[in-house]
């Protein structure tokens, strides 16, 4: 079965951080990009981060320098660092992968940023 399961989220206290984990099944992991995308309630849903089959990143200027994608693919899972969280982070977090023509989504993970 293709599916993406992630992890990891909670409420922090603004500066704070939090790791998100997606683990990923079904499928051949290490050939494919990975995303993390967020959506904010009232908002769209946007790209976050991603990271390449190579280990190639890139990052929302609104998060560059404080959150980190990485990737393991022996445990086919992919990571999203987070640092010094501001409540503007607060989002639903959603793993990421396009398998040719199939966008494939998590359930989604909540990460609140409140004091």
């Known amino acids: 079965q293709v599916q993406l399961v992630e992890s990891g989220g909670g409420l922090v206290q603004p500066g704070g951080s939090l790791r998100l984990s997606c683990l990923a099944s079904?499928?051949?992991?290490?050939?494919?990009?990975m995303n993390w995308y967020r959506q904010a309630p009232g908002k769209e849903r946007e790209l976050v981060a991603s990271i390449s089959s190579g280990g190639t990143t890139n990052y929302d200027d609104s998060v560059k320098g404080r959150f980190t994608i990485s990737r393991d693919n022996a445990k086919n899972t992919v990571y999203l660092q987070m640092e010094k969280l501001n409540p503007e982070d607060t989002a639903t977090y959603y793993c990421?992968?396009?398998?040719?023509?199939?966008?494939?989504w998590g359930q989604g993970t909540q990460v609140t940023v409140s004091s």
């Open positions: 990421n992968t396009r398998i040719i023509v199939l966008q494939l």
């Open positions: 079904g499928f051949i992991f290490s050939t494919y990009a």
